[in-house]
């Protein structure tokens, strides 16, 4: 292994651990966090935070780093810690979590998404077909949990390539 990939590893399994450490507290503490806009903000945040310093480390270890270095650096901390959330995640909610706290977890996003549509005065057919597909969602179905991951890992990847753009030095462009 090169030091990019120990680096890239290094920072998303850090990543990893501290983001599942927060989203243990949500699922096992305080399940209300799950409404929490700077709650969900803050885990958008390392995201982008540890394969963020993973690619900077490697550019001030290098002093030089080209925006393939920069961007294969952000995305293979950002997969760690992707697949490493995807597992926990599949974990809790298919065999930690009981029926009743799935449901419960469940209603508190679906109630959430609702008074967000009435304060933002969506239509009333609207609000009905936003209830109507809350309660056929399943929030433990690994299809969808793989589909959000999917979506973070390309939301992400698009940031980490604007990421990399800046950390790239002129000199190897």
Known sequence: MNTRNILALG?????????????????????????????????????????????????????????????????????VMILLIFAYNTLVLNVLYSEEQLLYLKNLQTDFNISIMEQSNAKAADIEEARKLSNEMDPAAVSGLFRQSLIKLLLMSIIGMLFSLLMKNKATA
């Open 11 to 79: 920072y998303g399994l850090a990543g990893a651990a501290v983001y599942i450490v927060l989203q243990s507290y949500l699922y096992f503490v305080n399940p209300h966090l799950a409404t929490n806009l700077w709650f969900g903000l803050a885990l958008f945040a390392l995201l982008i935070l540890f394969p963020g310093l993973a690619s900077y480390r490697y550019r001030k270890l290098l002093r030089y780093i080209s925006f393939k270095e920069a961007f294969g650096t952000f995305f293979l901390s950002l997969l």
